[in-house]
C-alpha cells in the first residue's frame, strides 16, 4: 500500500538551517505536500510542489524533489524558535486520498 | 468567523456517554473531512463528504457517525466509544474532492475518553 516515511525528531539550533526529509512509496502524485502543525492547532498548508519540479524556493523554505528516489526534503533557512512545529510531509494516493507521514518534531533551541 | 472551526476544543466522556463534534468551514468550500490524529500513528482520513454526500468511509467503527446537513457544516457523533478512541479530531474543507485541492485543517477537538 501507499506509505510516507520521515524521522520523528529534529533538533537545531536557532539561527542554523532545518532539513527535514520524507520518502514515499507511491509515484503517482501530482503534487506534494508539506504541512505544519503548531502545538494546539490544526494542520496548515506550508508549501507544496508540482511533481514535474525538483525544486521550489518560497522565503526561508525551500523543497527539494527526489522523484528517481522518491524523497521530498523541505529545508528552513535560518531556523527560529517560532519554527519549533511538527512538519507533515503528504502525497496524494489512490482515490484522490492525501496520505500523510507521521511527521517530524522540530525542536529549536538557543 | 473565518477558516475552519471546530467545537468544543477539548472533550471529556465516558464510555457509555453520546457525544457530537461539530466541524463548520467558511470558505464556500464544497468537501469536508474528517480525520483522527492519534499520539503514535500518522494522521488518519475518516470520513470525506462531498457535496453533502459521503464519498470514503475507510473502516471506521459504527460508533464514530458522521453527519453532513450542508456544505458547510460536519458532525461526528460519538456514543460508547473505547479508551484507544482519545485523540484529536481534525476536520478539513476543500474547493473540491480532488488530491491536488488544498486542504484548510480547524484547530482540532482534543477528546479523551475515560
Known amino acids: 500500500g501507499e506509505d510516507v516515511e520521515q524521522s520523528l525528531f529534529l533538533s537545531v539550533r536557532e539561527g542554523d538551517s532545518s532539513v527535514i526529509n520524507c520518502t514515499y512509496t507511491?509515484?503517482?502524485?501530482?503534487?506534494l505536500y508539506w504541512y505544519k502543525q503548531e502545538p494546539g492547532a490544526g494542520l496548515q498548508l506550508l508549501t507544496y510542489i508540482f511533481s514535474n519540479m525538483d525544486m521550489k524556493q518560497d522565503q526561508r523554505l525551500t523543497v527539494l524533489l527526489n522523484k528517481k528516489d522518491k524523497h521530498l526534503s523541505l529545508r528552513i533557512a535560518d531556523t527560529q524558535t517560532g519554527d519549533s512545529a511538527i512538519y507533515f510531509c503528504?502525497?496524494?494516493?489512490?482515490?484522490?486520498?492525501?496520505?500523510f507521514g507521521a511527521g517530524t518534531r522540530l525542536a529549536v533551541h538557543p | 468567523e473565518t477558516g475552519v472551526t471546530q467545537t468544543p476544543r477539548h472533550l471529556v466522556m465516558g464510555m457509555t456517554n453520546k457525544k457530537s463534534l461539530k466541524c463548520e468551514q467558511h470558505?464556500?468550500?464544497?468537501?469536508m473531512y474528517w480525520y483522527k490524529q492519534s499520539a503514535k500513528k500518522p494522521l488518519e482520513l475518516m470520513f470525506v463528504y462531498s457535496l453533502e454526500e459521503r464519498v470514503e468511509n475507510n473502516s471506521v467503527p459504527s460508533r464514530f457517525s458522521p453527519e453532513c446537513p450542508n456544505s458547510s457544516h460536519l458532525f461526528l457523533h460519538l456514543h460508547t466509544l473505547q479508551p484507544e478512541d482519545s485523540a484529536l479530531y481534525l476536520c478539513a474543507s476543500s474547493q473540491s474532492y480532488q488530491g491536488s485541492s488544498e486542504q484548510y485543517f480547524g484547530p482540532g477537538t482534543r477528546l479523551t475518553v475515560t
Open positions: 503528504a502525497v496524494i494516493g489512490s482515490y484522490n486520498k492525501l496520505i
Open positions: 507511491d509515484s503517482s502524485s501530482t503534487y
Open positions: 470558505l464556500g468550500h464544497n468537501a
